[in-house]
Nanobody, 125 residues
Framework: QVQLVESGGGLVQAGGSLRLSCAAS????????MGWFRQAPGKEREFVAA???????SYADSVKGRFTASRDNAKNTLYLQMDALKPEDTAVYYC???????????????????WGQGTQVTVSS
């Protein structure tokens, strides 16, 4: 089993920055893809970014150039650095992990077996 706990959410003004962290515990952190998803009220949960076990990344078009996902396997931690935040980035952000080690970094919710509880990010205009 894998347990994931997000932290770092909060309130920030448009144009500001925020860094989210996801601490993993349980089974080993390596050999899994780790992802970030977000969900706004009344909307579907959507893909934001992901990092595989060796550091390859994938990003949603809406956040490319503004968000950076990374991982520190020694610390069993996943990060999401968010810069140039916009009001439309407001959502609950979730950390997720795959059960195995996909060849291609997955971008769909169904590809991830483990989920954190979420952390609220609010961007004011």
């Amino acid at each position: 089993q894998v347990q994931l706990v997000e932290s770092g959410g909060g309130l920030v003004q448009a144009g500001g920055s925020l860094r989210l962290s996801c601490a993993a515990s349980g089974r080993t952190f390596g050999s899994r893809c780790m992802g970030w998803f977000r969900q706004a009220p009344g909307k579907e949960r959507e893909f934001v970014a992901a990092v595989d076990w060796i550091g390859s990344t994938s990003y949603a078009d809406s956040v490319k150039g503004r968000f950076t996902a990374s991982r520190d396997n020694a610390k069993n931690t996943l990060y999401l650095q968010m810069d140039a935040l916009k009001p439309e980035d407001t959502a609950v952000y979730y950390c997720a992990a795959t059960m195995g080690n996909p060849i291609v970094v997955p971008t769909t919710t169904g590809s991830y077996a483990y989920w954190g509880q979420g952390t609220q990010v609010t961007v004011s205009s």
